[in-house]
């Protein structure tokens, strides 16, 4: 009875405490559905209403835009009228639409200068215009509420700046932030919204409307939510109240931290969060195409949406408690009448079972829980009985698969006597397991064929039974006397306590796999030397990028010693190709062929060098691994190149010897005529300047165009005293018209002698080839130095050099900038050739690789400082030439010639001027257009020409085919040949020919009449 009573008690309460906390889940549930109902509820009625507002102010702001929309639109197709808009139409479009809207502040418009209409310098000054005349007027509203136009002569929106510059910058419609506008003697708050004008995608001005927000904080002050605690805003893209519940101060002012939370960080066009206590709906309104939205927030209290919700809980809890109560109180009676003595039953079988009886079973009346128990109490019974059996099946299972296994197994005592072995281990040795159990593991018949071995396997069972795991390959005889290899391991066996109670022995011949291994060792080592004494690059890679196998080919192709050095700095893509687009378009043939046939990638070492190769490639199966060939050609991609830049200097050298050759005709005629004039000045000092002057500037023109020439590589190589100051100066002009004017060119010359024997061209190219570099060197600008000074070397200086210098004195010329400077790692390669420190596509590395191969040519020397932002130096030495003697200065020609002269030339400037010089000195001239023509006047003169000037250039017949012509007609006639280009070897044609002279266009008026009286003096001595 006192048990009965127990139970019963226990019972009770555990039921009363699960009715307890069913009751307390309950209300716990109808509260949180409550609220959250009432949360639900809430956010529908917040959005809807958020919304709502939302769509009244897109609807009024995207109506102003809308507005200045379309007077930009028709501001904008007035002013491309033919003839010009009237600046009346666009007021009378103005004061209609300020008119019409009531809510506009100011209408306005806002031209740039001469966009308008072209008339800007018309209206400079006048009412409605500033001082250039641009059309600006602004239509607003006057303190009594007239209609008025202004000039708009500021920009500046208060606070935020130029507001004419943002379209104008961004060419995009701009919603101005809300500003304090004074009107009537109060500040009003309003913003504006602008419209670029444009035509064909240039800016052209911009129209505007000026908006008052006066109606957005009427619009928050009706809003009335849950009992007026709900709270309405307005704000601008940047964040700026313009409108919010009860609180018109705010207007005007940033955001708070309280709006910040509520709005989030989230760019959704809406939100819905709790922050702060309170629920916040959020969302957008895109005025026109603004670079980003105006913000409607509207927030309410947590505590006022779940108010009603708080007092419905507060019912229920009082409720359930009655409920939770009178279910213990009836919970006590039915456990007394139906529990106890079926549990009483149910004990007595338990015990039954607990003592090994799996047969017995029980059976308990009645529909309720405790049938289905007794139930459930017999089929477990039945179950134990059918699982013991199934457990020993089982193990006699595991023990024949253990027995039948290929693998060698034993199982060992802790002192290493074996206790059991299966029929793998006992058919190696032929034996039985009764004649091995019970005798130490390493003195069974598997081992005695070596003591050595007998010992390693006992030290194997020490191992094991201190815990360890032994594991090795050891020989063991097998049946018929054969030594094989078996992999070995001895285990120890562990009880549930983690106690070791057994060794557990097993092993796996191996004998036929390691033979196996060691012919694919020997297969493998032979295929690796082919790779590696391989003459091109052969790699494997990962498609992430990475090297997994490198040949010595490909290390030395990446200058790398090591795979590990190799995958440190070119382990990635980006570091190997041009880009990672390059890369994945790459991997993406791949994977859609297999392989790739011949692809050039470019890439640039550590050490700055480039470096060109072409791919073989193949994706292995699995498709994460990239096998194949990697072909330097680099030196394949610099002879290209340097063909191409020779290409492009012989494409420019054409283009300068045309230009050369019609420039140098024209010098030619200017200098004749100028010439022809000189003796009717009268000797007046005034026109003798003027003739000066004009002698002087064709004489520059004529020197420009022999530097073009030179600068182009078409003027002949020479060997002759250079001063090499005036060449310094020629290249000094050149920079000056190339370089950028931020760039100061200066001349610095000690005096002294600068006279050098060598090529005036190449040592121009030279120097206008440090100059240029110098110019880049120095992208912000800078100031470029030319030094001039002589300097004495002796033998130990010129022992020094590795150049090939004489002792005595040089002329010193420094190239001086303030540029960017030259890395260090950089200095020692700067003169190699191909070798450039610019960007791919940007230099060849053929400049000072020209420069210093044409100081060596000159037997000079020449050497580089530099200082990383601290600027360039180049030192240049050339041996002095010996004393120079100077030409003497153009004269005048003063005597007489006769004879008959016949001028064939194309350009009229230079037969009338080149006529009217000859026939000064008495010669009788003849011309003819192209050698054609001259050809019909030579025939008809019939031996009455007595000289005949060719020029080498002309339409119809050109100067060479028109001598062979006259030479196969009179092989005696003198012929003088001029042009304002020539080649050398054009020259050596022209004297086989047999001409008298050759003159260089632009000549002077001596040298044409010294070569014409030598030429003729020449034909008529044997004569005499």
């Known amino acids: 009875m006192k048990w009965q009573s127990s139970l019963q008690l226990r019972l009770s309460l555990g039921f ?23 949360m639900a509820t809430a956010r529908e009625v917040l959005l809807s209403s958020v919304r709502r507002e939302a769509g009244i102010l897109d609807s009024q702001m995207n109506k102003a835009m809308d507005v200045s929309r379309v ?7 007035l002013a491309e009228r033919p003839g010009g808009a009237s600046r009346d139409e666009a007021h009378a479009i103005m004061r209609r639409i300020l008119e019409r809207h009531s809510e506009f502040l100011d209408i306005f418009t806002l031209w740039e200068p001469d966009a308008f209409d072209g008339h800007d310098a018309r209206y400079a000054g006048k009412p409605l215009h500033d001082a250039t005349g641009r059309f600006i007027p602004v239509w607003n509203r006057a303190g009594d509420g007239t209609l008025r136009c202004e000039a708009a002569l500021g920009y500046e929106t208060p606070g935020l700046g130029d507001y004419y510059l943002l379209p104008r910058r961004s060419l995009r419609e701009h919603v101005i932030e809300p500003y304090a506008y004074p009107l009537r003697g109060e500040q009003t708050f309003m913003t504006s919204l602008v419209v670029p004008i444009l035509h064909e995608g240039r800016f052209k001005g911009l129209a505007g409307v000026d908006y008052r927000l006066e109606y957005l904080q009427r619009l928050a002050d009706q809003v009335h939510l849950y009992d007026g605690t709900a709270r309405l805003y307005f704000l601008s893209q940047a964040g700026v109240v313009a409108g919010a519940t009860a609180q018109p101060h705010l207007v005007g002012h940033p955001r708070d931290a309280q709006l910040a939370a509520a709005i989030g960080s989230s760019r959704e066009r809406e939100s819905l969060l709790t922050s702060q206590g309170l629920l916040c709906a959020t969302t957008t309104v895109q ?50 009448l139906q529990v106890v003595g079926r549990v009483q039953r149910l004990t007595e079988a338990t015990e039954a079972v607990a003592r090994g009886d799996y047969g017995t079973e029980i059976h308990i009346p009645g529909p309720d829980e405790l049938r289905r128990l007794a139930e459930a109490f017999n089929a477990m019974t039945r179950h134990i009985a059918a699982s013991l059996k199934a457990v020993q099946d089982s193990e006699a299972l595991r023990v024949n698969a253990i027995d039948g296994s290929l693998q060698f197994y034993s199982l ?179 994977k859609a062929s297999g392989r790739v046939m011949g692809q050039e990638v470019g890439i640039r070492l550590v050490d700055g060098r480039p470096r060109f190769h072409a791919l073989y490639c193949y994706l292995d199966p699995g498709k994460e691994l990239i096998s194949g060939f990697l072909v330097d050609i680099t030196e394949q991609k610099h002879l ?16 300068a010897s045309g230009v050369a050759h019609d420039f ?49 590589r078409k003027a002949p190589k020479v060997s002759s005293p250079v001063n090499v100051e005036t060449l310094v100066k020629d290249a000094t002009e050149i920079l000056e018209r190339t370089l950028d004017k931020a760039v100061q060119i200066r001349i610095v010359a000690e005096p002294g002698t600068a006279w050098v024997t060598g090529d005036d061209a190449m040592l121009l190219n030279a120097f206008l080839n440090l100059g240029i570099n110098a110019g880049h060197a120095m992208p912000e600008g800078g100031t470029l130095t030319f030094h001039l000074g002589n300097r004495d070397l002796d033998a130990a200086a010129c022992a020094q050099s590795t150049f090939p ?19 260090p790692e950089f200095l020692d390669r700067i003169f190699e050739p191909f070798f450039t420190t610019k960007e791919q596509g940007e230099g060849t590395g053929l400049g000072l690789f020209a420069v210093y191969g044409t100081i060596r040519d000159h037997r000079g020397a020449i050497s ?55 026939e000064r000195q008495g010669y009788q001239v003849l011309t003819a257009e192209n050698g054609s023509e001259g050809l019909a006047r030579f025939r008809e003169a019939a031996g009455g020409i007595d000289l005949i000037i060719l020029d080498v250039i002309m339409p119809v017949m050109g100067g060479r085919t028109a001598l062979q012509q006259i030479r196969e007609l009179d092989p005696r006639v003198p012929v003088i040949m001029c042009s304002g280009f020539s080649k050398k070897d054009d020259l050596a044609n022209l004297h086989a020919l047999g001409i008298s002279a050759f003159l260089h266009k632009p000549f002077r008026s001596l040298e044409l009449a010294e070569a014409v009286a030598a030429a003729l003096k020449a034909a008529r001595k044997p004569e005499a």
């Open 640 to 655: 290209a190149e340097q063909l191409n830049q020779s290409q492009k200097l012989e494409a420019v050298g054409q283009l």
């Open 805 to 823: 210098l004489e002792p005595g004195p040089h002329v010193e010329v420094t190239v001086q900038d303030t540029g960017t400077g030259i890395p």
């Open 864 to 918: 580089v400082e530099s200082r990383v932002g601290g600027g360039t130096t180049f030192r240049i030495l050339l041996p002095l030439a010996p004393a120079v003697k100077k030409a003497p200065a153009e004269g005048a020609w003063d005597a007489q010639g006769t004879g008959t002269i016949l001028l064939i030339d194309d350009e009229e400037i230079i037969r009338v001027s080149a006529t009217a010089m000859l």
């Open 16 to 38: 009363g405490l699960v009715m307890g906390g069913v009751c307390t889940l309950l209300i716990g549930y109808f509260a949180r559905v409550t609220r959250t109902e009432s």
């Open 412 to 590: 060992l005592s802790m002192d290493g006597n074996l206790e059991f072995a299966n029929r793998t281990a006992l058919d190696q040795i032929d034996a039985s397991l009764e004649a091995v159990v019970g005798r130490p593991f390493w003195t069974l018949a598997w081992w005695t064929h070596d003591e050595a071995v007998q010992a390693q396997v006992r030290q194997g069972i020490e191992t094991a039974r201190d815990g360890g795991v032994f594991r090795g390959e050891v020989s063991f005889r097998a049946r018929g006397g054969a030594i094989r290899i078996t992999d070995l391991s001895v285990s120890p066996l562990r009880d549930s306590n983690g106690t070791i109670t057994h060794l557990l022995s097993e092993g796996r011949d191996i004998t036929d796999e390691l033979r196996t291994k060691r012919a694919l060792e020997v297969s493998e080592a032979r295929y690796r030397q082919i790779v590696e004494d391989s003459p091109i690059g052969v790699f494997r890679v990962r498609v992430d990028g990475a090297f997994e196998f490198a040949n010595q080919v490909t290390l030395r192709q990446f200058d790398c010693k090591t795979l590990e050095e190799l995958n440190a700095h070119y382990g990635h893509p980006e570091t190997r190709w041009p880009s990672l687009g390059a890369y994945h378009d790459y991997v993406a043939r791949l």
């Open 287 to 336: 005025v026109g195409s603004a670079a980003e939205p105006w913000r409607v927030i509207l927030t309410v209290p947590v505590k006022a949406v779940t108010a009603v919700a708080d007092r419905r809980i507060a019912l229920l809890v009082v409720g359930a408690s009655a409920f939770c109560l009178l279910g213990i109180l009836a919970t006590l009676a039915l456990v007394r």
């Open 664 to 712: 140098n005709n024209i010098l030619a005629g200017i200098l004749g005529a100028a010439e022809v004039l000189r003796r009717d000045l009268g000797g007046d000092p005034s026109r003798e300047r003027l003739f000066n002057l004009i002698i002087s500037a064709a004489e520059r023109a004529g020197r420009l165009t022999h530097k073009l020439l030179a600068f182009s």
């Open 71 to 77: 007077l930009a639109q028709t501001l904008g197709a």
